[in-house]
């Protein structure tokens, strides 16, 4: 402690001014503890879940294949029974992916933090009571997380599917809880200076913050149910500007921060450069933000906003790469430590995945790349990349070197953590690369024409059982990742047994900050003969002002924000405000009543995990599957479904393409009609009545976000509505197939809602006011 | 560079310290250029009048695979001369199968044998007397929307080259056929 005063007092030759008397205090480890178990517990749980989910695209029917679970779930005197309702591909894929980036990385990032903010700030958290409550009431979360999604309680915007009343828990844990304390920590803190990994979690912080209130934004219906207030394209925008920045900023940013410290840190090694992290962290915050709409090209978003995107990618290559760099180039010289320690091991196949990743997607986001790629596993390659290399590499590595210091105990087993270390990285490689081999080969089945102009390809389920081989490498390579975590958690819980009675917490001693502090002098630039300017221009790439800034954490995040927010802004107030990027065409109407209560299903059911809503221009598409999609079709669509992965066919021309009684067919069994389907059975639609009473708040909430819905809103007429158009549909099934006594069964609204889809645009426009959800009957 | 040639930062921080080098020089270079090329990627996409837009090209797409198809044609019509002429072209029956595949085969089965759909070879059909009637199901549909309408998706030159695919269907010996419904009619005559 003295010695790190003499180096700050040493520096300062000019004076010892702004140092207060010395004060005592302790870190508190005892939340970091809590995080870092939390963090096992969930990454355990978010594995799992990706792996039964894995085992689902395989193995379809495997309740077939084992009988006694067949009979555990489908008996109806089981107590089981109706389970695999909730355990489907679309209700758990979301589990999968918020288990995994809200629990397993949030928990991890808040271990990292709270584990280096208060060392780097000489402070403890300024509250242990918030440190406690946030921890808490992230589990909490996490809990409601856990048992909504499952029970199709989603608001459907992917990673943001949780509804509103847990969208509002997460605001308050997030900045009332964590961002106060971590503020009033830096504003406490004995260290005069805010080191790299600091402003990565301010970055991080304030930013999360911003883009999860303004993309959550939702007039609820009920308290389980929310409509976006945007719709159609402004919604994926508003979305994808979310979902790629919670990338950014939940899973690189805070990643980065843990980077800068835990890595020099167990190298016992200085970073590579000072100057390098201010380049790339401004960088860094300032373009990530414009890239989101690189996950729509070719859709209806408008062509500058999908540049805009694809060009801040490319240059956010860079960027990106300055972490990189400098993690890479601090172990210089280190390599013969490296292949000794595997935490090193850990930290440098970390970062290698970190570089990889951020060289892949700004090549993913340039158009004629992602017009092969969107909507394949070439994009789930790619996140797993960077979730289980960066994010899961970054976290073990963290986390084995912080169990000896926190549990006060030799780390159990050293040769069990190298073991770890070599499985997991088979486990990413076995997932990864048959994955990439599966989203190439799907993107091109889709494109392939043969010699006489027709797609070679036509059955779009061809291109899915193609898949299968590498579906089953994927698996195993999961089941050797979770294997690791496994051996990791038990690697801590033998640590944890041989930790002392009480836990030592050591007494540190720093002055405390007052001020009067006085600045180095500006440094001489070495220029000689230069004009003015010049040496004016070097002392800036110098960069010596940004050590000023690094003492004043309210202007260093006043700043990130306006980066954030300006860069934003750019993008968001032309695609609400230039009415010609959604050029309105007059017959698309709202959906009636039971339609509405269709696409609640569709959405309750996930089927957005698998099915797209969106037709590019691009000429084997709309071969396949019909008209491009038009921007003026989405109006009412709160939210949009536009999909991101096809794992079934596009649905946005969906509406008149089969009969109704194919559609049910095919909803209570798919491999009925096609049998190599891998679509779930939503037998329990043909069962569970609709809840006509719940549709006339549905109606009003619509109505309240613009939607005309006329005499059904002001007469009350919703139910009324809905009735009519599912007798209409009951009768036509009778004729078509004989399926009898289905008119007030779910699955009647969810076909009204398919037969519904993309059939408006070659309508004629309406001729008078308020017939919007008269009922047209049940024929498509 | 050598490692003791390096200038230590002055500062630290919980033992961490940090070296004063520069940024470097490649990094500089790719980052410039991938400004310098997003400036004319947006002026050539966005400004130039020697692109074109992701829309103007499916159009082109469009216009050349009719003309393809049906530029030598021209418009068709739905008569019995025009099916024969259509069927003894393998090219054009070769497009149409595609369409079938794509459009029709989740409910007719891909050889026509019928799986919730009726099936398309044997000599029953319910809403077709003569050849020319098919063309009439495809578009307009049939039996309450069981058979849907094609109107709006296909141009009539695509329907009526998709009827005449649907005549050759008949007599195909499919692989699990639906038993047969409706009424037995004469053959094509050709």
Not at chain 1, 324 to 335: D, E
Not at chain 1, 363 to 379: G, P, R
Not at chain 1, 652 to 679: F, K, N, T, Y
Not at chain 2, 59 to 81: C, I, M, W
């Amino acid at each position: 402690m003295a010695a790190q005063l003499t180096t700050e007092l040493g520096r300062s030759p000019v004076t010892t001014a702004g140092y207060g008397r010395m004060e005592k205090f302790s870190y508190d480890d005892a939340v970091v503890r809590k995080f870092l178990i939390a963090t096992l517990i969930w990454g355990l749980v978010a594995f799992l879940v990706g792996l039964i989910v894995a085992f689902e695209l395989v193995l379809p029917t495997i309740l077939k294949y084992v009988p006694w679970l067949g009979v555990l779930v489908n008996q109806p005197d089981s107590p089981l029974n109706g389970l695999g309702q909730y355990l489907t591909f679309g209700r758990l894929r979301p589990l999968h992916t918020n288990a995994a980036i809200f629990a397993f990385a949030g928990n991890a990032l808040f271990a990292a933090i709270y584990y280096s903010t208060q060392r780097l700030c000489k402070a403890r958290m300024w509250s242990d009571l918030l440190s406690n409550l946030h921890f808490w009431g992230w589990q909490f979360i996490i809990v409601c997380a856990a048992l909504t999604l499952p029970m199709g309680i989603t608001a459907g915007k992917e990673y943001a599917e949780l509804e509103w009343p847990i969208d509002l828990l997460i605001a308050v844990v997030w900045l009332g809880f964590f961002g106060t304390n971590f503020f009033m920590t830096l504003k406490n803190r004995r260290e005069r200076h805010m080191y790299v990994a600091l402003w990565f979690y301010i970055a991080t912080i304030v930013t999360v913050t911003i883009l999860h209130v303004f993309n959550s934004l939702a007039v609820p219906a009920s308290f389980f149910k929310s409509y976006s207030v945007y719709a159609g394209v402004q919604d994926a925008f508003m979305q994808w500007w979310y979902g790629h920045n919670a990338v950014a900023f939940f899973l690189t940013t805070p990643f980065l921060g843990l980077m800068y410290y835990f890595l020099p840190k167990a190298a016992g090694k200085p970073v590579y450069s000072y100057r390098l992290s201010i380049v790339h962290f401004w960088t860094l915050v300032f373009i990530y933000i414009w890239a989101g709409p690189h996950h729509l090209h070719y859709t209806s978003l408008p062509a500058w906003a999908s540049s805009l995107g694809m060009l801040f990618s490319v240059m956010l290559w860079m960027p990106s790469w300055g972490g990189m760099i400098n993690g890479l180039l601090t172990l210089r010289g280190a390599w013969n430590q490296v292949a000794a320690d595997p935490i090193l091991k850990f930290f440098v196949v970390g970062v290698t995945f970190y570089g990889m990743s951020t060289f892949e997607g700004p090549m993913l986001s340039v158009k004629s790349v992602n017009a092969l790629s969107h909507y394949t596993d070439w994009t789930i390659a790619h996140v797993h990349a960077g979730a289980l290399g960066w994010n899961g590499f970054m976290t073990f590595g963290m986390a084995y070197w912080l169990l000896p210091r926190l549990f006060q105990a030799p780390l159990w087993s050293k040769r069990l953590m190298a073991t770890h270390f070599w499985i997991a990285t088979i486990g990413i490689l076995l997932y990864i690369i048959p994955i990439y081999f599966a989203g190439i080969t799907q993107g091109l089945m889709w494109r392939a024409f043969n010699e006489t102009g027709r797609l070679q390809f036509p059955e779009f389920v061809e291109t899915v059982t193609r898949l299968m081989p590498f579906y089953w490498i994927r698996v195993l390579g999961g089941l050797l990742y979770i294997a690791g975590m496994i051996l990791m958690i038990v690697n801590a819980l033998m640590t944890w047994r041989a930790r002392p009675a009480v836990y030592e917490e050591p007494v540190h001693e720093a002055p405390a900050l007052i001020p009067g502090y006085v600045d180095e002098p500006a440094p001489e630039s070495h220029l000689v003969g230069n004009l003015e300017v010049g040496r004016r221009m070097d002392l800036f790439i110098q960069g010596w002002w940004h050590r000023v800034w690094e003492r004043k954490p309210l202007k260093f995040t006043i700043w990130v924000i306006i980066a954030v927010c300006v860069a934003s802004l750019f993008e968001i107030i032309p695609t609400f405000l230039i009415r010609s990027n959604v050029p309105s065409i007059a017959s698309v109407q709202p959906y009636t009543p039971l339609e509405l209560m269709g696409r609640e299903i569709y959405i309750a059911e996930g089927c957005y995990n698998c099915h797209s809503q969106m037709i590019r221009p691009i000429w084997a598409e709309t071969k396949r599957f019909g008209e491009y999609s038009k921007p003026g079709e989405f109006v009412y669509d709160h939210p949009f479904q536009w999909g991101s992965r096809r794992i079934g066919p596009d649905l946005a021309r969906e509406g008149g393409r089969q009969s109704h009684d194919w559609h049910v067919r095919h909803l209570e069994d798919p491999r009925q009609l096609i049998p190599q389907s891998v679509m779930p059975s939503y037998q329990h639609l043909l069962n569970e009545k609709l809840d006509f009473d719940s549709i006339q708040s549905r109606i009003d909430a619509m109505a309240m976000l613009g939607v005309p819905y006329g005499d059904a809103v002001k007469k009350g007429r919703g139910a009324e509505l809905a009735k009519a158009q599912a007798a209409a549909i009951a009768k036509d099934l009778v004729i078509q197939g004989g399926y009898a006594d289905l008119e007030d069964k779910k699955v009647l609204a969810l076909v009204a809602y398919l037969q519904r889809l993309g059939t408006d645009i070659s309508k004629p426009p309406p001729t008078a006011e308020g017939m919007p959800v008269a009922v047209s009957g049940g024929t498509p | 560079m050598n490692q003791t040639e390096e200038k230590l930062m002055h500062h630290e921080y919980d033992g961490i310290r940090e070296y004063d080098n520069p940024t470097p020089g490649w990094w500089h270079l790719i980052f410039i250029a991938s400004i310098i090329f997003s400036v004319f990627y947006a002026m050539y996409w966005h400004m130039s009048p020697l692109s074109s837009s992701i829309e103007e090209k499916w159009k082109q797409s469009q216009v050349a695979e009719y003309q393809r198809l049906f530029g030598e044609l021209g418009t068709l019509h739905n008569d019995e001369t025009t099916l024969k002429m259509l069927i003894g072209k393998a090219d054009m029956m070769a497009v149409a199968e595609g369409t079938f595949q794509t459009t029709c085969a989740s409910c007719h089965g891909k050889d026509g044998g019928g799986i919730n759909g009726v099936n398309l070879t044997d000599d029953s059909y319910k809403n077709v007397k003569v050849a020319t009637d098919i063309f009439n199901v495809v578009t307009d549909g049939a039996n309450n929307g069981a058979m849907p309408s094609w109107k709006n998706q296909f141009s009539e030159n695509e329907r009526i080259l998709l009827a005449a695919y649907i005549m050759t269907l008949r007599g195909k010996q499919p692989a699990s056929p639906k038993q047969a419904e409706g009424n037995p009619i004469p053959a094509w005559g050709f």
